[in-house]
């Protein structure tokens, strides 16, 4: 008696499909999050499942649930995903023996201040540390769908990040927001702040809602004169006269001249977070990278901003 061994004829864009989907929880927000139309979504995921013989999502109210056959291939389809970024980096002609590469996800203040230190403390390890920008806003998602090993992540107490199936985080600093102010004006009471103008992130994105819950815990609902999410933009706008921001102590490394941190009343702020998949966590590469940017997150010294606070 003989078997025979039949390969699943999946392809990556049917994996890369579905991941989105599990993710998303519905086949539109996978389509925007892919740039693929619902339509192609759909095809893909009907696709995938004549592959497995069997259904790997199934409707739960308004989001798609995973079955356990879905639960089954999430991990694998991660793997297969990373598996592929990781080749086509090789593929570009990175020399042989350079040295086992990490790929950091990084963006703003977090990493203006933290990036250096831990590319310097991995030298002499065998390990390069890639920087490559990603919007905090997806971080997770780059994380989990491969195409950064480990990320920088922001956390807010009051606007928390969800947790994710398969993705680690470790919170490696925590700081409290204060308020921008122009060099040489006084420091501003409450009073002053309620009627001010405030430059604020968008309400839809996690710092803008950051932002606002930091002010309503510290006693008034700000009026949000303009909106910009770039932290360098909102503070130079502060320098010219133009309304207050929020800022932490390692958001000021982007703080042009002319502004101080000034802090009225305790405002919560945010958690700074290291990222990285479970599977691909106890790998050597990664949990030494990861225990670097615990060194240099730890360091008292990290933030210099001078600060003025009223007591």
Do not use: K
Request: charged share 20%; net charge negative; proline share 6%.
């Amino acid at each position: 008696m003989t078997s025979r061994l039949v390969s699943m004829q999946w392809t990556l864009g049917q994996l890369r499909t579905f991941v989105a989907v599990a993710e998303h929880g519905t086949m539109t927000r996978a389509a925007v999050h892919l740039g693929y139309t619902p339509g192609a979504v759909s095809q893909h995921m009907s696709a995938l499942r004549r592959v497995v013989g069997t259904d790997l999502v199934v409707s739960r109210g308004r989001r798609l649930a995973l079955t356990e056959a879905g639960g089954l291939l999430l991990p694998r389809a991660r793997a297969v995903l990373a598996a592929e970024v990781q080749a086509e980096e090789a593929m570009r002609g990175r020399p042989a023996g350079a040295g086992q590469v990490v790929t950091l996800g990084v963006f703003g203040s977090a990493s203006v201040v933290a990036f250096a230190p831990a590319y310097a403390q991995l030298r002499g390890t065998g390990i390069q540390l890639q920087a490559r920008e990603v919007d905090v806003e997806i971080m997770q998602e780059a994380v989990l769908d491969g195409r950064i090993d480990v990320g920088l992540g922001i956390d807010y107490p009051a606007s928390p990040l969800a947790p994710q199936r398969g993705l680690l985080m470790h919170v490696v600093r925590e700081e409290d927001f204060g308020v921008v102010v122009p060099e040489g004006a006084p420091d501003p009471d409450l009073d002053t702040l309620r009627d001010a103008d405030w430059i604020l992130a968008p309400n839809d994105t996690t710092f803008g809602r950051g932002l606002r819950f930091a002010c309503t815990e510290a006693g008034f609902v700000p009026r949000e004169t303009h909106i910009a999410m770039d932290t360098a933009m909102a503070m130079a706008m502060v320098a010219g006269g133009m309304g207050y921001t929020l800022a932490t102590d390692i958001m000021m490394s982007l703080a042009p001249h002319g502004v101080r941190l000034v802090r009225p009343a305790r405002y919560p702020g945010r958690t700074i977070v290291v990222m990285a998949r479970e599977d691909m966590a106890v790998r050597p590469e990664i949990a030494t990278v990861v225990e670097a940017l615990e060194t240099v997150f730890a360091e008292p010294a990290l933030a210099t901003a001078p600060l003025s606070r009223q007591d």
